[in-house]
């Protein structure tokens, strides 16, 4: 069976009591039939549905057994564009980083690139 992919755009619009997904190290959970029975309560849940909690959850700590029972709340992935770079630090700290593909155009090595490269031919046109 292959994988459901998601973006993120259309996930944010999930964030209700009646459809709370959110995002963990880049996979899509579905966990409203899961609200009232949290032990944090339903709003600790909502107030990440529609958004990455990695962080967040990765700070709380959860045990193995939740770790475990989250599995069953797994509906997908994020598509590869969307996808962040995750780094555990230590078992109660991760770091998300957006991968520099994604990022913007004026601050990657290209753009740098070509600015030189128009910089030369600029010079070689005025004093060359």
Known sequence: METKKFTRKELAERNSRA???FINENLVYDVTEFLDEHP?????????????AT???QRVGHSHAAKEQM???LIGELVDEDK???KKI????TVVETPAESS???????????????M????TYLFG
């Open 19 to 21: 459809d709370a997904v």
């Open 40 to 52: 944090g309560g339903h709003e600790v849940l909502l107030s990440v549905a529609g958004k990455d």
């Open 55 to 57: 962080e967040k959850y």
């Open 71 to 73: 599995k069953k709340y």
């Open 84 to 86: 962040t770079i995750v």
């Open 90 to 93: 230590n078992d109660n700290q």
């Open 104 to 118: 913007s155009f004026t601050s990657s090595w290209k753009f740098l690139a070509l600015l030189g490269i128009i």
């Open 120 to 123: 030369t031919v600029f010079y």
